[in-house]
């Protein structure tokens, strides 16, 4: 029953986002029970907790980091489903920091930073995000940074991750700028 229960979820699940959930059918099917515990675990963060664009930019940054294409795609497309302007979307996506906005460059360089284990950088700009957000904010987005890491890292992990693609916003290719990169 639970095995039927995630097939028609993962059914939805893909038909939603047009995404090939191969790899979690394969969870589902030898581990239901654990899959259920990651899609939960996967889901920890309280989105109120913080603005869509701080959410999206955390997402990005943590997606970029292991994902060069489908996980990528489909947290963009996740976030603009939030309400995230493309435009801002395609900042984040490009490293621009001026175009994504403050809310966003906030989020982005916290991110970087605590991806990085740059101390000397995370450390003011996670004061920052407790000053606006409260330290809600502050668990949300870092939960929201290692759950974005999760899909693609158990892709990869189980072998399905053999292929990269351009990311699209509101219909358009949008420039993708590897974090490894942004940081050189």
């Known amino acids: 029953m639970l095995k039927a229960f995630l097939n028609r979820f993962l059914d939805q699940f893909e038909r939603t986002w047009s995404y090939d959930a191969s790899y979690m059918r394969l969870v589902a099917r030898v581990q239901p029970k654990s899959a259920v515990k990651f899609f939960l675990g996967a889901g920890a963060a ?14 990005v940054v943590a997606t970029l980091a292991e994902d060069c294409g ?9 976030a603009a489903a939030a309400g995230v302007d493309p ?19 906030l989020a982005w360089r916290f991110a970087q930073a605590s991806l990085a284990r740059d101390l000397t950088a995370a450390d003011p700009l996670r004061d920052e995000v407790v000053r606006r957000w409260g330290e809600e904010g502050l668990v949300a987005l870092s ?20 292929t990269c693609s351009r990311v699209v916003v509101a219909g358009e290719p949008a420039p993708v700028a590897h974090p490894a990169l942004l940081a050189a």
Do not use: H, N, W
């Open 70 to 78: 489908p996980c990528t795609q489909i947290g963009v497309d996740m």
């Open 87 to 105: 435009q801002v979307l395609r900042a984040i996506l490009a490293g621009d920091e001026t175009a994504m906005g403050e809310t966003a460059a």
């Open 143 to 162: 939960l929201a940074l290692v759950a974005s890491r999760m899909y693609p890292t158990l892709k990869y992990a189980l072998g399905y991750g053999k």
């Open 46 to 59: 309280d989105r109120a907790a913080a603005p869509a664009e701080a959410f999206a930019a955390v997402g």
